[in-house]
């Protein structure tokens, strides 16, 4: 048995080192966070081979004195805390002193550095015992060079140039979104690949994620208590195929958190379906006693006091950031809740299934769109009594103009075209369509079961023996999503009420698609869970599809239910309903300079 001895201090720290020196990038988080702490307003970082032949960074703040120099490179030496109580409320990136330490044991360092007025600077380096007199303006260098060079074993776990290369200046962006206040630059052999001037925060995510995505995010600014929560969601129209573009902080200091990333991807969650990931840039601030940053060494994991609470914060918020309807339109809540009540009376056309869609009841403030659009649904009547047509007067004073403006036509039986103030808009008709009666269907389940619109006359549906067995098993659950349904043969359903929402859909088509999910997923003790699930699939079914022909008082009245929908900007998958084209757009595709 070999006998207990205690580990030479270079061991330990190459120990430490397995973990707070991964790789390059960790280097240069390390060092870049070290001249943050020290107030630094200017950061320059070079590399050469990846930062494995050279890692440099250079910055303006405080700098060191001459004898604390050594001590900066000594294990377990920091400025940053004295006591057990400032590790609890600890602000600086730094605290465990050992970065420096770890670095060194690992590669050769070279440290320049000069304390606010002081006459000369001094360097410091691994390999000699004294610090001696070199030659700096202002602030910090610290050179690390060779690195991994006397642990062989993990210099083979490091990657191409090119990749150590490109991880570095992503951790440099990282901690570039969470400080717009302080200019970075980063070159590798030689060739600049970032320079960020110091400015706002819109600039500096829009230097981050680029500027599309930064000036069609959302922004996301909401406090509660200690709690505060600010920073930018891209609209899941805009989702990419990765998490390349996920940033999460918290106190300033950018962590992977998995209670954080939940409550995003959930708030993300009714306006975002399948395997797309939104971009964002996260900014939570709370008391440092409630959260615990000394989980890991690398300090990118954190452990929140009190986690139930922040999840829900953040959810509401993003939630809220991503529900907002259309810009500068208030969203008519009691709207949403609404069953279109004046569809008390069905002909049988409309009950079984053919494609008669409209019942888009329109309230108050545009009575006469919706008296238009009703008496469009039934043709009868629409000659005769001369309803009030939804158009604008000609002299429409632009403040009047609603949002998305006026319908003028529909494209291929898809796209429906409109003009407002700012030029044009197209609308895809089933998509918006889909997510208004989604909101509508879900915040009338919200208040309990779902309006139940009876049909006089039941619609009735041929089905197979598997619709049919599915019908009597989940007779339950088709009764709580307000569908009544009876046999009425013996491959014959007859449905009798339908959920007031959907009450002018094609009834068929949406028993069928409903029957077929609901055998894939029988909802018999679920259903709450997996509601929304199946109240997109009645939405989708419910909607009106391509092709069919709407008149103008109907295009409208969907225009007008858009802009007081909540999430009207998207369909239920993540898709735009509607895009503008300004007239500025126009101009530039028919070169006009205007
Ligand atoms: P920690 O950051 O946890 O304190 P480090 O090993 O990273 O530990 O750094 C040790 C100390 O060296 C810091 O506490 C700080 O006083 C000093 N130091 C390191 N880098 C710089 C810098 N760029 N400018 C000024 N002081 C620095
Ligand atoms: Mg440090």
Redesign the pocket.
């Known amino acids: 048995m070999p006998r207990i001895h205690a580990l030479p201090d270079q061991l330990i720290s190459q120990i430490a080192a397995g973990e707070v020196v991964e790789r390059p990038a960790s280097v240069l988080k ?2 870049v ?3 943050l ?2 107030g ?1 307003t200017r950061v320059d970082v070079q590399l050469e081979e990846g930062g494995v032949r050279l890692l440099r ?1 250079a ?1 303006n ?4 004195e001459a004898e ?1 120099l050594a ?3 000594a294990r377990h ?4 805390i004295a006591t057990l109580d400032d590790l609890e409320r600890v602000a ?11 670095i060194a044991s690992v590669a050769r360092l070279d ?1 320049v ?1 000069r304390a606010r007025g002081a006459s000369h600077a001094w360097r410091q380096r691994n390999d000699r015992p004294q610090p001696e007199p070199a030659a700096l303006g202002a ?2 260098v ?1 050179e690390v060079a060779d690195l991994y060079f006397n642990t062989p074993a993990r210099r083979k776990f490091l990657r191409t140039a090119a990749t150590e290369a490109a991880h570095c200046l992503e951790a440099l962006r990282r901690i570039a979104l969470a400080r717009p206040d302080v200019a970075f630059s980063l070159r590798h052999n030689g060739a600049e690949r970032l320079r960020l001037a110091a400015g706002g925060a819109q600039q500096r995510l829009r230097d981050i994620l680029g500027g599309e995505l930064a000036d069609q995010a959302r922004r996301v600014v909401e406090a509660a208590g200690d709690l505060h929560l600010s920073g930018w969601v891209a609209l899941p129209a805009q989702a990419a195929a990765n998490r390349d573009s996920q940033y999460l902080f918290v106190n300033g200091r950018f962590v992977r958190d998995k209670v954080l990333a939940h409550a995003v991807r959930e708030a993300y969650a009714d306006v975002l379906h399948g395997s797309r990931y939104p971009a964002y840039a996260l900014f939570l601030d709370l008391d440092p006693a409630g959260v615990d940053v000394n989980v890991h060494p690398a300090k990118t994991e954190v452990r929140f006091r009190e986690s139930r609470s922040i999840h829900q914060f953040v959810f509401h918020a993003v939630e809220r950031a991503l529900a907002a309807p259309l810009a500068g339109v208030q969203p008519d809540r009691s709207f949403a809740a609404e069953t279109p009540s004046t569809f008390t009376s069905y002909d049988r056309g409309s009950a079984v299934g053919y494609p008669r869609q409209g019942a888009l009841a329109v309230r108050e403030p545009d009575a006469s769109a919706y008296l238009a659009f009703a008496a469009s649904a039934h043709p009868a009547r629409t000659a005769s009594d001369g309803a009030p047509e939804a158009s604008p007067p000609g002299e429409a004073p632009d403040a009047a103009m609603p949002l998305l403006g006026y319908a003028l036509g529909q494209l291929h039986g898809i796209y429906i075209l409109a003009q407002n103030t700012g030029g044009m808009v197209l609308v895809d008709m089933h998509a918006a369509h889909e997510r208004i009666l989604y909101e509508r269907l879900k915040s009338a389940a919200d208040g309990g079961p779902l309006p139940v619109q009876p049909l006089l006359i039941p619609a009735l549906l041929d089905v197979s023996d598997l619709d049919m067995a599915t019908a009597e098993e989940q007779g339950e659950a088709l009764a709580a999503l307000g569908f009544e349904v009876g046999i009425a043969g013996p491959a014959q359903l007859a449905v009798r009420s339908v959920p007031g929402p959907l009450a002018a859909g094609d009834v068929a088509t949406l028993v069928r698609a409903l029957l077929a999910d609901l055998r894939q997923h029988p909802a018999t003790r679920v259903l709450q869970g997996r509601r929304d699930e199946l109240l997109a699939t009645m939405a989708c079914h419910g909607a009106v599809r391509a092709h069919r022909l709407l008149t103008l008082p109907e295009m409208n009245a969907l225009l007008r239910d858009m802009e007081r929908t909540l999430r009207a900007d998207q369909c239920n998958h993540g898709r735009p309903t509607w895009v503008q084209l300004s007239l500025e757009d126009l101009d530039r595709l028919f070169l006009r300079g205007r």
Not at 77 to 80: E, G, I, R, Y
């Open positions: 390390e060092l966070e070290n001249s702490d020290a630094a960074v910055d703040g405080n700098g060191m604390d001590l900066a490179l030496a920091t400025s940053k600086s990136f730094g605290f465990r002193g050992e970065a420096l330490a770890s440290l550095s602030g910090t610290v």
